[in-house]
């Protein structure tokens, strides 16, 4: 059943790369289809199939690829679930005027069976398996313009990607080896290896966090995420906000709680230069997002900030900590896909792609506009919305540890609160409070149903996780307390 | 020492001629004279093969009077593989030498830096 | 009890959203502006009914398990809410004629409702983390009542009031983060969690951060750079609520992290007390000074709001009875003082369009009742007895002397007092060129700019109200004096 | 004795007589027969593959009538039969690609000699893999030598000759080293057979005498195989060499010739000497070191090489280097590894040379790389072989060579120490390197020119090519998803190999 859902999508994918001749409704509704039936599956799988293990193949005698969900796997199985019908429903109107729908869709469904596969990884091997299929259906989607300036993001992409991936191999080599095969156990399989060699566990560590820390845009490896925002973007905003992205948090996630264990790394050297690099990433993306002046890129470099708040929670390597991750992982999916297509929205309907053009333009696409701002204050963390319920869980959580990179990631956490306000809030004021330039008042260029359809859906469950979040957070602490 | 080398001269002579030939091949410059350095350092090890096959006080593997035990002959293998060593590097050298040829043709000098960079100058 | 609470916390909100809802309000400017009063009106009798159910406790929201939103119904939160439901309600009525023939005046009113739930919220807030709530949400919602104008420099106002105050809300969550670690819990209990007489000593940094970040609301010293330039901007109404009320919100919050979460006994004597006192004093006299080389009329108000809302701010910083009485009393003092003075400056500008206090000879003659209302209002302020101002600042200096600290004890009255002689340097004036324009006023042109009842009616309460809390202070005195007894 | 079993020898008899026959022949029969060896060791093979997988066990078959000590004999077992099936699927897959090109490029007189030195590669693979026996292994890697400087100099361009004579230079040196190694080895044992030398050299190393020519003679062997190979010092024939041959000239020579010499290396190691001596010896780390440099020095060169097929041709420096580098390791993990990539590799490099020839043909005759821009609207499936074998050789999961990657690393990481770090080092920096000049190259081919549309327009790719790229892309895909069963035969084909 689970490996079902992961293949559907790829094996769906490959066939629309068969048949070209199809018309835009038969392929919408064929991508569509696939997606949902997908998400049901997914759905059936978390309802019943829980920590269930499936082995579709071996590697080599000894290295299995499999698949199981478990609870940390369903919280990002359930994200990606979610989002991905939206998304693609939003593309179809966004790729009318982008064009090469046909590959661009069947790309788009694989990457979707791809990043079940990383959710659902049973084992590290079968994680970084698709961890490097998504680099290889992403490249194609990111360059999709063909224009010189894709191209070259699309380069930039691809070494970064295989940079990452040839730090990330090291690291699962030397899990595999010391962690007898790294299939993922709650608590880590390491212990008595890390006994051995201290040195050797520690080097792969970093090696897996910062091979993995690529995609999740850690700090010296994020220049591909801002490069990337030149693609369509349903791409930019599933994909660079949600899907790869966090991937490589939950990578990251997976090695760190999974693999080599939070006991194990707790308190070592390993740990303290993760914890730097996170709490340096968070400041760099916020004031980086504050000089940009690209609508798209000033999201970019807001993902890259916030992605470091689930890294800096994710390796404080305690429970709440671990809780505190997941729930960020989750909001800020949902956030930032919103703000994106808002953005998106922005560029189709009237081409404009800088802060400034933005003035006035709630007076023309009001629905838009009030997506955008719904989304921005609650990523800036305004109370009863759901930033400020991972922002308290994630400082709270640093508190907790009592050290001395805790606080210096809270500091962090709150100086990037404030850039936050500045980077989101000022686009979102201009918006309301300023003269609508080079444009009539009157023209309405909102976009189509089916882009408002996601809007809609979006903004309501932002308000309902900000308002509703105990029951998510305590399921999240239960989730990540190991139980199934 | 020199007792020793003196003693089992054919290896003596062996090693001194491959390291003639070897040196031939690797510094001269003139394609002709690397076969040649080659050639040399073949027959080197051939020499070096036969000697190591014959063994004093025995005869040819061939009956002549009366078959004695298997001591009385030497042992006729390494015979055979020198054969087959001198055939093979025979062959070897007249490919080489053929190639010579053409690269004169072609170029009318046998000088292999010369030869590389007027090949250098042709297009790809 | 719980129903009226939850009623008296948000009916502002959903009255505003109705009203902004409702077609049939949507053209009709009068019956909106009525409405409005109306809701303001039942909301006010809400407060003062819950006055009635002190120590009211109920958790409105679990946002996480460790993060609940409490609420805790006080005296102190009464006094406040009271208070603040009061003013809406004055500069609403104002405001209606004030806004007359503004086009985006519906948006206006939302949010100036909306805002009003937030305080409300924050005065009944139970605990740390729900102050904190509100507190943010009331920042959020009073934006656009600054960028309300639409105008370039409105909008960067309202851009930097934004990000001051997140700034200075960051510090709170991060005393928030600090104190649950610290002292385990953020609820509020008189007289501060912290019982033990030697605080860590990280405690008291934070504190101190704590302080200087919900100081920001206040403009106190460091963090006052937005008040001047956030204050003016807004329209009369919005900005007499702004620095009349909101600024409140900023000291509600600096007094329960003192009396009601760390303990006054906990930091009297220490260097955060002496800190925050040389902060205030500093604040105190600089916002005279600049109130004074103001030449706009309604910055010049602003800097006074700087300087007198630390007079509060003192108060309270002293930790003694008697200053923390000045200090309530200076908060209800203060509030319908500047309320009335930025109504008045409202009315003046509104009907003569003038903006410079230079411009103003002769005012008395055009409009003598705004004048007479900002007459009374500046004696308050300045502190001439039988107003409440007095009662307050006298309080204040008793209070000062008892705090035993050497040097503060004497800086502190001093400053006060000249501080008070200052704000009438720069109060005064109006009044004087105002009625006494000199022999070369020419006359001729003079004539009636009187504001409609609308407009004259909530100064000249508001000037009422300026002398009543002097005459009669005692009783909220008396109220004052059982809430400092549970907490000092 | 059954039938089957006599098969090895019958294919190298048989591809010999081909060979001599074809000299005869005008060129379009020469074809034919070259094609119909090919066809008919595959099927020997296989069938002999099939047999050894039921017995699972290996048998030596004697050659001529005098037994062991001194008769000549081969040795088939699962390990020989498998690789030998895949060599000569590449084989033919690399023939049929470039037959038509091969056409073009050569004199129409000079065919059918250019198919006999097709089968004489193709005779000497097979020997160098069945033979057992020092000296025959001698002949036929002289053998491989001169058909393989044929096939380089096939083109006959200056660049080809000169290209040739470097090669034979090398080669020469090499083979006469490995020579005057099994000249050394014979009278220290006074064996060629290879079963007895180990007996003796096991008794020899026993007595802890003979330590000093043991390692003359493993270091003289692995050096001369070595050159042979172009590991890292001794590359600097190697492109110029490969990439002036014709397609299938390149492809054998990249992926047959050498594999030969190096599935003999292993042989002398595993069979010959044994790895226990080999290990007491220290040889094995000086191959690490230069196969680990060779891994990073091949790709760098790579990155700065002008032309596609000079690339791919520095490209097999690296993988040459992986090979020696797992061989180094000294454990059977590592052989194992040195074995599989053997394989993998030779599938995907010639799959790549194919390619890469189809690709500039269809490009207008250009050799360089940036010209590859938009190649794959001019011929998507050899653009898709490409692209294949360039994600393999990057190492993506699931593909052969990502195998060889996880092996060599485990291997690494169960010797432990200074290993572990620099394989892993080695490792990571060649997939980057290998990202960099193959995905750079291939990402190219998939962005459409825009300034000369018309360049976009399809080449139409003849039948054969065609035929043979779906082969390449056929194979590379069996062995990466059937590696679990190929790998696992492998596995306990060299248990028996020893």
């Known amino acids: 059943m689970l490996s079902l859902a992961v293949f559907l999508p790829i094996v769906c994918g490959l066939a629309m790369f068969a048949c070209r001749g199809m018309t835009h409704r038969a392929r919408q509704v064929l991508t569509e289809g696939v997606t949902l039936v997908t998400s049901l599956l997914v759905l059936f799988c978390l309802m019943n199939k829980r920590g269930v293990a499936y082995t579709p193949l071996y590697l080599l005698p000894k290295l299995p690829i499999s698949f199981c969900i478990d609870g940390v796997g369903s919280v990002f199985a359930a994200i990606v679930a979610f989002l991905w019908p939206l998304a693609t429903l939003y593309g179809f109107e966004y790729m009318e005027h982008e064009g090469g729908e046909n590959h661009f869709f069947a790309l788009y469904t694989m990457t979707y069976g791809v990043t079940l596969g990383i959710a659902t990884a049973a084992n590290v091997l079968t994680l970084y398996l698709f961890y490097e299929f998504l680099t290889l259906c992403t490249l194609p989607l990111v360059m999709h313009g063909t224009s010189k300036a894709s191209v070259r993001a699309g380069y930039t992409y691809m070494m970064y990607s295989f940079f990452g991936a040839a730090l990330a191999f090291v690291g699962v080599m030397l899990i595999i080896g010391f962690g007898d095969g790294g299939a993922f156990v709650m608590g880590g399989v390491m212990s008595e290896a890390a006994a051995e060699h201290p040195l050797m566990v520690q080097i792969g560590y970093l090696c897996a966090f910062l091979g993995f820390g690529v995609k999740a845009a850690v700090f010296p490896f994020h220049v591909w995420l801002p490069e990337a925002s030149v693609a369509p973007t349903p791409v930019t905003a599933l994909l660079h906000a949600v899907a790869v992205v966090k991937s490589g948090v939950f990578a990251i996630i997976r090695v760190t709680y999974f693999s080599f264990g939070a006991q194990v790394m707790r308190g070592t050297t390993a740990q303290a230069i993760a914890l730097l690099l996170a709490s340096a990433t968070i400041v760099y993306g916020s004031t980086m997002a504050v000089k940009e002046h690209h609508f798209k890129r000033r999201l970019a470099y807001s993902t890259v900030s916030n992605l470091s708040y689930i890294l800096l929670a994710a390796c404080l390597m305690t429970q709440s900590g671990l809780t505190a991750a997941l729930a960020h992982m989750l909001f800020h999916a949902l956030i930032k896909i919103t703000l994106f297509f808002c953005a998106g929205a922005v560029m189709v309907k009237t081409e404009r792609t800088q802060i400034e053009d933005l003035r006035g333009l709630a007076k023309v696409m009001p629905f838009t506009c009030a997506t955008y701002t719904i989304g921005a204050i609650s990523l800036m963390g305004t109370p009863l919305l759901p930033g400020f319920v991972s922002k308290w869980l994630i400082g709270s959580a640093a508190i907790e540890t009592g050290t001395t990179l805790g606080m210096i990631g809270v500091a962090a956490l709150l100086i990037s609160a404030v850039l936050t306000a500045i980077y989101l809030m000022g686009p979102a004021m201009s918006m309301y409070f300023r003269p609508l330039e080079g444009m009539e008042p009157t023209a309405k260029c909102d976009p189509g149903m089916r882009m408002k359809l996601p809007f809609a859906v979006l903004a309501a469950a932002i308000v309902l996780c900000g308002l509703f979040s105990d029951p998510i957070i305590t399921l999240l602490a239960k989730l990540s307390a190991g139980v199934m | ?124 | 009890m719980n129903i009226l609470l939850i009623l008296a916390i948000f009916w502002p909100a959903l009255a505003g959203l109705a009203i902004f809802l409702t077609p049939s309000l949507k053209e009709n400017k009068k019956l909106r502006g009525q409405t409005v009063s109306v809701a303001l009106g039942i909301e006010l009798l809400l407060t003062i009914i819950m006055c009635f159910g002190k120590g009211t406790q109920m958790v409105l929201l679990n946002m996480t398990p460790t993060l609940r939103i409490e609420m805790n119904v006080d005296v102190i939160g009464c006094i406040f809410s009271v208070l603040m439901s009061a003013m809406w309600l004055l500069s609403s009525v104002f405001a209606r004629e004030y806004m007359g023939h503004d086009d985006n005046e519906r948006l206006y009113q939302v949010f100036y409702m909306c805002v009003l739930s937030a305080l409300i919220g924050q005065c009944y807030a139970g605990s740390m983390v729900t102050l904190y709530v509100f507190y943010e949400l009331m920042t959020l919602l009073s934006v656009p009542m600054v960028v309300h104008e639409r105008t370039p420099q409105a909008v960067a106002a309202g851009i930097k009031y934004l990000v001051y105050s997140i700034f200075g809300a960051m510090l709170g969550l991060l005393g928030i983060f600090f104190f649950s670690n610290y002292l385990g819990t953020v609820t509020f209990v008189p007289g501060g969690v912290e019982t033990a007489a030697s605080a860590p000593s990280g405690l008291l940094l934070i504190t101190f951060l704590v302080i200087i970040g919900f100081g920001t609301k206040a403009g106190m010293f460091p963090m006052h750079g937005w008040l001047p330039t956030a204050h003016p901007v807004a329209p009369a109404p919005a900005s007499a609520v702004l620095s009349g009320v909101i600024t409140k919100a900023g000291v509600l919050a600096v007094l329960r992290v003192i009396y009601y979460l760390v303990g006054a006994d906990v930091l009297r004597g220490t260097w955060v007390q002496k800190g925050f006192m040389t902060l205030t004093l500093i604040t105190v006299f600089m916002g005279s000074m600049l109130a004074y080389r103001e030449t706009l009329l309604k910055k010049r108000l602003a800097y006074s709001t700087v300087s007198q809302v630390s007079y509060v701010l003192f108060g309270l910083a002293c930790m003694v009875p008697a200053a923390f009485e000045g200090a309530i009393l200076h908060v209800v003092a203060h509030s319908v003082i500047k309320d009335a003075l930025f109504l008045c400056a409202g009315a003046i500008i509104h009907q003569t369009g003038k903006i410079y206090v230079r411009d103003l000879r002769g005012i008395g003659k055009e409009m003598p009742i705004t004048t007479w209302c900002w007459t009374i209002a500046s004696l308050g302020l300045i502190g001439i007895p039988p107003t409440g101002g007095f009662v307050s600042k006298w309080q204040l200096a008793t209070g000062s002397l008892e705090t035993g600290l050497a040097g503060f004890d004497v800086v502190g009255p001093i400053i006060l007092i000249v501080s008070a002689l200052l704000t009438a340097a720069y109060l005064l004036p109006v009044t004087i060129n105002g009625f006494f324009p000199g022999s070369d006023y020419d006359y001729s042109t003079l004539t009636n700019k009187e504001g409609s009842k609308l407009m004259t009616v909530p100064m000249i309460l508001l000037a009422a109200g300026v002398v009543l809390t002097g005459i009669f202070a005692q009783p909220l005195i008396n109220v004052i004096m059982t809430a400092a007894a549970s907490i000092l | 004795m059954q039938f089957v079993q006599n098969f090895p020898f019958f294919c190298i008899l048989l591809t010999l007589m081909g060979a001599v026959a074809s000299s005869v022949m005008n060129s379009r029969m020469a074809r034919r027969t070259t094609l119909f060896l090919i066809l008919a060791d595959l099927a020997m093979n296989v069938s002999v593959m099939i047999y050894t997988l039921q017995t699972g066990d290996s048998y030596a078959y004697k050659m001529g009538h005098f037994p062991a000590p001194w008769g000549n004999e081969i040795r088939v077992g699962v390990l020989e039969t498998v690789s030998l099936t895949v060599f000569l699927l590449v084989i033919l897959f690399a023939f049929l690609g470039g037959m038509r090109k091969s056409e073009k490029e050569i004199e129409p007189t000079k065919y059918n000699i250019y198919c006999i030195l097709t089968d004489l590669v193709m005779l000497s693979l097979i020997a160098l893999v069945y033979t057992n026996d020092m000296f025959t292994a001698f002949v036929f890697i002289e053998i491989n030598t001169l058909a393989a400087a044929g096939l380089v100099m096939m083109r006959q361009g200056g660049r080809a000759l000169v290209a040739g004579v470097r090669y034979m230079m090398m080669n020469l040196l090499g083979s006469s080293l490995f020579l005057i190694g099994c000249v050394i080895l014979y009278t220290i044992t006074g064996h060629l057979l290879m079963v007895n030398i180990r007996e003796s050299v096991a008794a020899l190393a026993a007595t802890g005498q003979y330590h000093v020519p043991l390692t003359v003679v493993v270091s003289l062997i692995s050096v001369g195989l070595a050159m042979k190979c172009a590991l890292f010092p001794f590359d600097k024939w190697l492109p110029a060499a490969y990439s002036n041959s014709t397609p299938t000239g390149s492809a054998m020579l990249s992926s047959i010739v050498s594999k030969g010499y190096i599935f003999l290396l292993i042989k002398v190691y595993v069979r010959v000497i044994g790895f226990d001596v080999i290990r007491s010896l220290g040889i094995c780390d000086v191959l690490f070191i230069f196969g680990a440099i060779g891994m990073v020095a091949g790709s760098v060169n790579a990155t700065r090489a002008k032309t596609t097929r000079m690339m791919v041709a520095y490209s097999s420096v690296a993988q040459i280097g992986y090979i020696f580098a797992a061989l180094g390791l000294g454990s059977e993990m590592g052989v194992m590894c040195a074995l599989w990539h053997t394989l993998a590799h030779s599938a995907t490099k010639s799959m790549l040379f194919i390619s890469a020839h189809t690709l500039d043909h269809a490009s207008g005759d250009t050799h360089l790389r940036k010209d590859l821009r938009g190649a794959f609207y001019r011929s998507p499936l050899a653009a898709a072989a490409f692209t294949l074998g360039a994600v393999n050789l990057v190492g993506v999961p699931l593909l052969s060579v990502f195998i060889t990657k996880v092996t060599m690393a485990q291997a690494a990481i169960q010797i432990g120490g200074r290993h572990t770090v620099i394989a892993l080092c080695a490792l990571a920096i060649s997939t980057l390197l290998n990202a960099k000049y193959f995905l750079g190259t291939t990402m190219q081919m998939y962005i459409p020119d825009h300034e000369h549309p018309e360049r976009n327009a399809k080449v139409k790719i003849n039948f054969y090519a065609a035929l043979g790229l779906i082969g390449f892309i056929a194979l590379n895909l069996t062995l990466s998803f059937f590696a679990q069963g190929i790998f696992g035969a492998l596995l306990d084909g060299l248990a028996r190999f020893a």
Request: include cysteine; hydrophobic fraction near 50%.
């Open chain 2, 1 to 124: 020492m020199l007792s020793k080398l003196l003693t089992n001269y054919e290896e003596t002579v062996a090693v001194i001629l491959f390291c003639i030939g070897f040196s031939t091949m690797l510094l001269n410059k003139n394609l002709l004279k690397k076969i040649i350095g080659m050639d040399i350092m073949d027959t080197a090890v051939y020499l070096f093969l036969a000697s190591q096959g014959y063994i004093k006080g025995r005869t040819v593997p061939i009956v002549v009077d009366g078959i004695q035990s298997v001591e009385a002959y030497i042992n006729p293998i390494p015979a055979g593989l020198v054969l087959t060593g001198i055939v093979v590097s025979v062959s070897v050298s007249a490919l080489m030498l053929a190639l010579c040829i053409r690269l004169y043709y072609r170029y009318n000098t046998l000088n292999l830096d010369e030869i590389i960079a007027l090949a250098g100058k042709e297009e790809v």
